[in-house]
């Protein structure tokens, strides 16, 4: 079992930075691929980033390819989202999702989520 509790939300303008955190418990955090996800008022969830359990491999949506870092540090049990550049249509809640498994865009193949953080962009 995997607990998940995500932080670094905020409200910023347009053009500006956040880095979210996703603190993990549970002795196997390191085994888990970590992936990013977000949902905005009125739409679907949707993916923006995955990495794979020993970092070796990440992935991501169009929409954050460039801009988007996702990473994470084993020791500390966190995975990190450094979003650069943000533009109002980033304005989401954004979950952090870990899976033993899957290494996927697909949500449904998340097995343990976080309860999410609200980012907000200003144009």
């Known amino acids: 079992q995997v607990q998940l509790v995500e932080s670094g939300g905020g409200a910023v303008q347009a053009g500006g930075s956040l880095r979210l955190s996703c603190q993990a418990s549970g002795r196997t955090y390191s085994w888990y691929n970590m992936g990013w996800f977000r949902q905005a008022p009125g739409k679907e969830r949707e993916f923006v980033a995955a990495?794979?359990?020993?970092?070796?491999?990440?992935y991501y949506a169009d929409s954050a390819k460039g801009r988007f870092t996702i990473s994470r540090d084993n020791a500390r049990n966190t995975a990190y989202l450094q979003m650069r550049s943000l533009k109002p249509e980033d304005t989401a809640v954004y979950y952090c999702?870990?899976?033993?498994?899957?290494?996927?865009?697909?949500?449904?193949?998340?097995?343990?989520w976080g309860q999410g953080t609200q980012v907000t962009v200003s144009s």
């Open positions: 999702a870990a899976d033993p498994d899957t290494y996927s865009d697909y949500d449904l193949s998340y097995d343990y």
């Open positions: 990495i794979t359990w020993r970092g070796g491999r990440t």
